[in-house]
């Protein structure tokens, strides 16, 4: 147990997900390569997210940061509050297993955040990856954009008016300075480059394409599946791996059936680390069509395998993952998308040459850097002045 003098500290994350769900992405990456570097640092960490079927209550990761599921998708935040506050308590189980009160919430805002502020009793970190004014609309109807929209850009502004923010990109700190969070109270740590683990895996001998990510409809799977029939009558031979799942696979299966394409499509669905290692070192072009992302790790992902990307230059941090016209592509539009997309399946010197540029860029972002620089955002905001007196009651 850590003392009060202790350089280490207990952090508790708030996410809605972990990685083992069936709809967890790239956030939830974020989360636990942060919070295992934490850990191997020496601080104690606790993430409280949505159960799920499969997965206990409770376990502990082998890089050893306990994992609390409580709730599902809708009643997590509710959830998350009364277990807090149980822990807080010393009451029921959770309170018996030492949950107790952290040194510093982390409280993972996606689009709806945890409120934390309101009950925690201890400093509060928001964590934001990306701001969701496009997506609120694109995933729900008007009335329930209007008012996601108006908890993420007003209410939460206003509960979160005392606290620090970090996100993953200055571009979302951007966006946050615009919504009246104080650029200084506002830090970027970027994501790491997952590791890569296997050798490399020759490419495919004719023209491949890769989306990689979860199948909702803010990720615009559907751009990628119009590129492909764009560009079917000159590349007969033309594949598109769609790897992820999610619950808007059903439609764009539909999809690639009305364009007749579906034979040129392949959904692979859940893939392992060795699957996506594979799939990512076959691809001659990565295609990340995403309305908006805080980051774009699997940019970086691709890079590591020296796999260019074609996104979008106004989907936020992905603009940042790479490096336009050196690592990858950035379009404006759906028609440039498209048009860069075939310009660099015909040019295999040029694909090639920005291949090994996006390895050499994704490795100058790690795991070890990220967790440093989280770390040293944790022990600034802990000892901050006023922090010990939200902290006057220790376990």
């Not at 147990?1 to 990456?29: A, I, Q």
């Not at 807090?84 to 949950?99: Q, T, W």
């Not at 691809?283 to 990340?288: F, G, R």
Request: proline fraction near 6%; charged fraction near 25%.
């Amino acid at each position: 147990m850590d003392t009060p003098d202790s350089p280490f500290r207990h952090v508790l994350f708030l996410n809605w997900r972990d990685t083992r769900n069936p709809e967890g992405g790239g956030s939830e990456v974020y989360i636990e390569r942060i919070a295992a570097e934490l850990v191997r640092i020496g601080h104690r960490v606790t993430v409280l997210c949505a159960g799920h079927d499969g997965a206990p209550p409770e376990e502990t990761t082998p890089d050893g940061t306990r994992i609390l599921r409580r709730g599902g998708r809708h009643t997590v935040y509710a959830r998350a509050a009364l277990t807090y506050l149980a822990g807080r308590l010393g009451v029921g189980r959770l309170g018996h297993r030492g949950l107790g009160r952290p040194d510093l919430v982390v409280d993972v805002c996606n689009g709806v955040p945890f409120f934390a502020p309101l009950y925690a009793g201890r400093p509060v970190l928001a964590l934001v990856h990306h701001v969701h004014r496009e997506q609120w609309p694109v995933v729900f109807g008007p009335w329930v954009a209007r008012i996601g929209w108006w908890i993420e850009s007003k209410l939460a502004v206003r509960v979160y008016r005392r606290c620090r923010y970090v996100t993953v990109s200055e571009a979302t700190k951007s966006e946050l300075s615009g919504l009246g969070v104080a650029a200084d109270r506002i830090a970027v740590v970027p994501n790491g480059t997952p590791d890569v683990v296997a050798g490399p895996a020759p490419r495919t001998t004719h023209p491949s394409l890769l989306v990689l990510g979860r199948l909702v409809p803010h990720k615009r799977v559907e751009i990628a599946l119009r590129t492909v029939a764009a560009l079917a009558a000159d590349l007969p031979d033309v594949e598109l791996v769609v790897a992820g799942q999610g619950w808007w696979e059903p439609k764009l299966k539909d999809l690639a059936v009305e364009m007749n394409i579906q034979d040129r499509v392949r959904f692979a669905g859940f893939i392992t680390e060795e699957e996506k290692h594979a799939v990512l070192c076959s691809a001659w072009l990565a295609l990340t069509p995403s309305i908006k992302e805080g980051w774009g790790l699997t940019i970086v992902e691709a890079g590591a395998r020296a796999t260019p990307t074609v996104a979008f230059r106004n989907a936020g941090g992905v603009a940042e993952a790479m490096v336009h016209d050196e690592t990858g592509m950035l379009a404006d539009d759906e028609e440039e998308f498209i048009l860069q997309v075939r310009n660099l399946l015909a040019d295999d010197v040029r694909r090639k040459a920005m291949g090994e540029a996006a390895r050499a860029h994704a490795a100058q972002f790690t795991w070890e850097a990220a967790g440093a620089r989280f770390a040293n955002l944790v022990a600034e905001i802990a000892t901050a002045p006023g922090a010990a007196d939200r902290q006057s009651i220790r376990r």
